[in-house]
């Protein structure tokens, strides 16, 4: 029975001098009431009864959500703002030593410096300045945190809320933003219309104006067209009358010389015409230079025929 027990006592402090620590995490490990060593993931044995586990530290990155916390600005404005901190432990011995509870260290120390950072703007630098804010709590608190081993990662801000009229009040200069903003594209909008459509009729009377020039260009070159070739017509014409009445006249020509009729006879049937046409009361004759300074050779043929009929007739008697 004594041996059954002493086994049984052996068995558990074998079990109990087995620890394994699990990925993500590190155990804080005490001697004699002591800090003794930190184990690390994996297989390690511990002198039962003598070594003990102080904590369970979490290596992984963790997250605190602080609860809105009331800040008044510079302008004396109270607004409500809440925060969200990412950390990693990166000593657990100094996360368990250093510190009571490493949390609300984290906690306080923000909350703390959120104060200070806000009070020293104003409202409208506040709502603008979110980086700014986040950024200088960042460095403040991690700097504060680095004495018991915590890692700030990020501090970021959830919420700014400020007073009810206030928010109405921002609110109302918001819609008047938009409602200006509106009417400046409106009126953008307009002018570009506006714009478009003038450009659109300067286009279109240019275009027309080159239409109606080229349309005056083309109809003058029509008519200049029309022009020559009624000019090349007449021109064509004269010159077939012209050779028409040069080859009549060589035909009345040819005949006359062909008959055995003189200068002479033809220019006496000139007078004889003329005669004829003088006998009428009503008709007047208008003779150039040149046919009235013929009409003396005329006149001394038609004498000298004259005379020699005369003779003639006083012969045969």
Same mark, same amino acid.
């Given at each position: 029975?004594?041996?059954?027990?002493?086994?049984?006592?052996?068995?558990?402090?074998?079990?109990?001098?087995?620890?394994?620590?699990?990925?993500?995490?590190?155990?804080?490990?005490?001697?004699?009431?002591?800090?003794?060593?930190?184990?690390?993931?994996?297989?390690?044995?511990?002198?039962?009864?003598?070594?003990?586990?102080?904590?369970?530290?979490?290596?992984?990155?963790?997250?605190?959500?602080?609860?809105?916390?009331?800040?008044?600005?510079?302008?004396?404005?109270?607004?409500?703002?809440?925060?969200?901190?990412?950390?990693?432990?990166?000593?657990?011995?100094?996360?368990?030593?250093?510190?009571?509870?490493?949390?609300?260290?984290?906690?306080?120390?923000?909350?703390?410096?959120?104060?200070?950072?806000?009070?020293?703007?104003?409202?409208?630098?506040?709502?603008?300045?979110?980086?700014?804010?986040?950024?200088?709590?960042?460095?403040?608190?991690?700097?504060?945190?680095?004495?018991?081993?915590?890692?700030?990662?990020?501090?970021?801000?959830?919420?700014?809320?400020?007073?009810?009229?206030?928010? !109405?009040?921002?609110? +109302?200069?918001?819609? *008047? @933003?938009?409602? =200006?903003?509106?009417? $400046?594209?409106? &009126? %953008? /909008?307009? #002018?570009?219309?506006?714009?478009?459509?003038?450009?659109? !009729?300067?286009?279109? +009377?240019?275009?027309? *104006? @080159?239409?109606? =020039?080229?349309?005056? $260009?083309?109809? &003058? %070159? /029509?008519? #200049?067209?029309?022009?020559?070739?009624?000019?090349?017509?007449?021109?064509?014409?004269?010159?077939?009358?012209?050779?028409?009445?040069?080859?009549?006249?060589?035909?009345?020509?040819?005949?006359?010389?062909?008959?055995?009729?003189?200068?002479?006879?033809?220019?006496?049937?000139?007078?004889?015409?003329?005669?004829?046409?003088?006998?009428?009361?009503?008709?007047?004759?208008?003779?150039?230079?040149?046919?009235?300074?013929?009409?003396?050779?005329?006149?001394?043929?038609?004498?000298?025929?004259?005379?020699?009929?005369?003779?003639?007739?006083?012969?045969?008697?």
């Amino acid at each position: 029975m004594f041996w059954i027990i002493l086994g049984i006592i052996v068995l558990i402090t074998i079990i109990l001098s087995i620890k394994i620590v699990n990925t993500g995490y590190v155990y804080v490990v005490e001697r004699f009431g002591q800090f003794y060593k930190v184990l690390e993931p994996g297989w390690h044995l511990v002198i039962p009864y003598v070594d003990y586990i102080r904590a369970k530290v979490s290596t992984k990155q963790q997250i605190l959500d602080i609860e809105p916390q009331s800040v008044i600005t510079k302008d004396n404005v109270k607004i409500s703002i809440d925060n969200v901190i990412f950390y990693r432990v990166m000593k657990a011995q100094d996360a368990i030593y250093n510190i009571d509870n490493y949390k609300a260290g984290i906690v306080y120390s923000t909350i703390t410096n959120v104060r200070n950072i806000v009070g020293s703007m104003t409202l409208d630098e506040v709502l603008t300045g979110r980086d700014k804010i986040n950024k200088e709590l960042l460095e403040i608190v991690d700097k504060i945190t680095d004495a018991y081993g915590i890692k700030i990662l990020s501090v970021e801000i959830k919420n700014i809320v400020p007073p009810a009229e206030i928010q !109405e009040a921002m609110e +109302k200069q918001m819609k *008047a @933003e938009r409602n =200006k903003r509106a009417a $400046i594209l409106e &009126a %953008e /909008g307009k #002018r570009q219309s506006a714009i478009s459509i003038a450009e659109g !009729e300067k286009q279109s +009377k240019i275009l027309q *104006a @080159e239409a109606e =020039k080229e349309a005056n $260009i083309r109809r &003058a %070159e /029509g008519q #200049r067209e029309a022009q020559l070739l009624e000019a090349e017509g007449k021109a064509r014409a004269i010159k077939e009358i012209s050779s028409a009445e040069a080859k009549a006249i060589e035909l009345v020509n040819r005949a006359i010389i062909d008959s055995g009729t003189n200068e002479t006879v033809i220019a006496l049937k000139q007078v004889e015409a003329l005669e004829k046409m003088a006998d009428s009361p009503s008709s007047k004759l208008i003779l150039p230079n040149e046919s009235v300074s013929s009409l003396g050779s005329i006149a001394a043929v038609s004498e000298m025929l004259k005379l020699n009929r005369e003779a003639k007739a006083e012969t045969k008697k």
